[in-house]
């Protein structure tokens, strides 16, 4: 059960009085495997473990400096940025349930997501499984501090706004579990209350694990993402998600970054009826938004779950079938919004409707304008290839609806990780998503072609995002200033650089274990 009057949980750490034992055998652990042991010349390392007694940032063993909670080392003046994507600092996170939101000098809790601007870092789990590191909050949008409701983006369990961003091992969750079950007479844990007191929630509130905002170039390996509505918010920049689980019910993948799912898992958990699994709000100048390459969609119910569920209320049973949809088009009111979501070689529960797709507003009335374009394909670039059944038998799709797309072969081809982040003219990444090359006689097309044209009421005057590569300067809906349009990218390459592969980390955390063990065997 979550703890939630507690910064963390420890399930079995490392201890202050190991300090030297635990750096020396995590030093020869890690030479003795197949990754290059960290050096000053390639990185700093830093530890963050709920049962260091030190002083926060103060040096610790081999590590430059160590913490007793995530909220500490990731704010301002934490963990620095590292001096460049080829000089990273690594932050090994310790085994534990660290709440974001908690205060620990105070005993409170602040209501206040947790912003990291650190660019040139990795985040990882120490042992190498991520149910051991827990980042969550008790964070909801509806949450009122007294200034207002936080919003979605206040509701964010953590917000990573740096560049050149990787994470492995890691469970990123928002506890905030109630206000997206409709079960009679369910009690809502929020900032504000909890089941003790027996304060209601009576109304759905998106709660964020974790937003992507602001930088560029984040990749994650081996993590989950918990949550219900509006899970992971891939807002900006690229991002790329290899082996990873994302669970929720509602819009729980969304946004307007080029995000890109390798061999992942995305569970519906089906506590919210008729549920999307995306909300894309692409840019029309990006070609790219949300891509699932080789991976699956499960619909499992999530009763129990430690993290999100520690008081059995969620469904056991997942979405009913026939009762999800693949995506909406959140952005399609927007100046220049142009929902992408694709999905290729992807195995699909039944609880996706033979429809597919779902559009944002039944009429396709433009409110900000009052204009009707009536025609949700030139909102939305929707696609699938090679769909199959949860056994790997072809989908037939012969259901979905008129405006979405089946790929061809040769269409799906282009639809590589490298091709995706790339910004070579055969495959931009950015910039030539609408830019009036394809149809010169036609303001209002997409690239590629096969898209077809575009919504006139959102044209290219109005786009949100601005600048076209190679120019200089920022896209202006992206105010990090060190985000910048950076040349290809190959995240495949940036983990394997900045990652030890998961058995190795296994293997460092055994052996720090196994001296916390002898050192402390009545708490470990």
Known sequence: MLDRAETVRPRCALVAAASSTTAALFALALAATSVVAPSSARAADYLVDPNYAGVNGAAFGSYAGAYNNITTALAAGGVPSGAASNNINRIYIAPGTYNTAYDPAHGINTGVSLSSNQSNIA???????????????????????????????????????????????????????????????????????????????????????????????AAFANCKFLGYQDTLYVDNGRSYFKNCYVSGDIDFIFSK????????????????????????????????????????????????????????????????NNNMYLGRPWGWTQTGGDASTVFINTKMAAAIRDVGWLNWNGNELNPFNNKNDGDPAKDSRYAEFNSMDENGNPLNVSSRVSWSKQLSASQAAAYSVLNLFAVEANYPWYGLGYAGVADPTNPNYSWPAYWGNRNSNNDTANATVSGVYPAPGNPSAYSNPQWVIAGSWDPEAQLAYAVPEPASVGVIACAALAACARRRRNYC
């Open 123 to 217: 985040l990882i789990g120490l042992t190498g499984n991520a149910d051991d590191v827990v980042i969550t909050s008790t964070l909801d949008a509806a949450y009122n501090p007294g200034t207002g409701a936080i919003g979605t983006t206040g509701s964010s369990s953590l917000q990573i706004k740096g560049s050149h961003v990787s994470a492995a091992g890691i469970t990123f969750a928002n506890s905030t579990d109630t206000p997206y079950i409709v079960n009679v007479g369910h009690q809502a844990v929020s900032p504000q209350g909890n089941y003790a007191t027996g304060q209601s929630q009576t109304s759905n509130s998106q709660g964020v694990a974790l937003k992507v905002t602001g930088g560029d170039r």
């Open 257 to 320: 970054g080029t995000a890109v799912f390798k061999n992942s898992t995305i569970n519906m958990d089906g506590d919210h009826p008729g549920g999307t699994v995306t909300a894309a709000s692409t840019d029309k100048r990006t070609s790219n938004g949300i891509v699932f390459l080789d991976s699956e969609i499960k619909s499992q119910g999530v009763r129990g779950n430690p993290v999100i569920d520690p008081f059995n209320a969620a469904s056991a049973s997942g979405a009913p």
